[in-house]
């Protein structure tokens, strides 16, 4: 709206809509434009080839309103389009304060589920302005901007129930820190890998099932991290240090790493991993993915063997949170723009510490602690909770290959 009109200056709500075709824009603002009228707001969609296409224009100069209506109705049926014309005064009513950005992921996304998140949005005082798809798989994904509620209780209100809905939802703050430059942060196994490093090693000792079921319990946080790291690289002891090359051959990357990590650099983020796991495997993946940071234990090795011991500093639960907030002084980057993401109880105090704690494919705990869940096996699904679109993602792969 021009700094001469007011809020009760009278307007037109222009709605074309019909089968999307190429011009359709263009002969709408051209029919407009002879009538002399200011653009006050545009907004177009297009779902399954079908648009709706709406202006907001100021009144046309005395006399000329009805012949105005006339000419964009005949525009309109000569497109084979339908036209709606509305009288008002003003502009959109003023957005209320507290603006929030919703991601809703569902695999599939159902109406229902759609509807008991619009259901809540609205119980929380929050008013729906704008939803767009960010992605149609592998899973489906949509954003709302709410405005008129604070973010923590609206996230309160809807991932509480998230789960119960059978989708995901994240909850952030709107505003200009969302496009600036970010670090991410990611747990290594269960997380950015498939396996359990420590499981990989075991199988090689012939003890897995042991070694299995002490990481399954601490993973629930039923044992102390640290005695339970310590316990289970003891049973390694005497393995031959060829072992870690076999082990590196054995990992497998979780669906989706690459696309992740390959976009969030293009994206200009740093991205670093933390893990109870250990360094002879993260740094092998801090090479091969081109990561900023890497940091976990080192497995004790000497005369070419393992001596089932750690040595160094231990990267348990409050290790990772401390390594996180070092990854970021490093960076330049404020906490509050740090992505964390993780899948077990020793995850929880990095994903608390984070700007966003992202529990993947978490344990009940962790998801009902992080701020939001990721249960899809897709790691690059996070780039929604991002707002980086699927055509995004694609189209800057297209763009790399060429």
Known sequence: MSASQTSDDLTLLVKIFGKDRPGITAGLFDTLAAYSVDVVDIEQVVTRGRMVLCA???????GLE???RATVHSWAESMKMQAEIISGRGDNRPRGLGRSLVTVL????????TAQIAARITKAGGNIDRIFRLAKYPVTAVEFAVSGVATEPLRTALVTDAAALGVDVAVVAAGLHRRAQRLVVMDVDSTLIQDEVIELFAAHAGCEDKVAEVTAAAMRGELDFEQSLHARVALLEGLDASVVDKVRSEVRLTPGARTLIRTLKRLGYQVGVVSGGFTQVTDDLKDRLGLDFA???????VDGKLTGRVTGEIVDRAGKARLLRRFAAEAGVPLSQTVAIGDGANDLDMLNAAGLGVAFNAKPVVREAAHTAVNVPFLDTVLYLLGVTREEVEAADAHEEN
């Open 56 to 62: 907001l224009v100021t009144q046309p100069p005395a």
């Open 106 to 113: 569902g695999h599939p996304l159902t109406a229902e589920a």
């Open 295 to 301: 940091q976990a234990n080192r497995l004790e090795i």
């Open 66 to 68: 009805g012949d105005l």
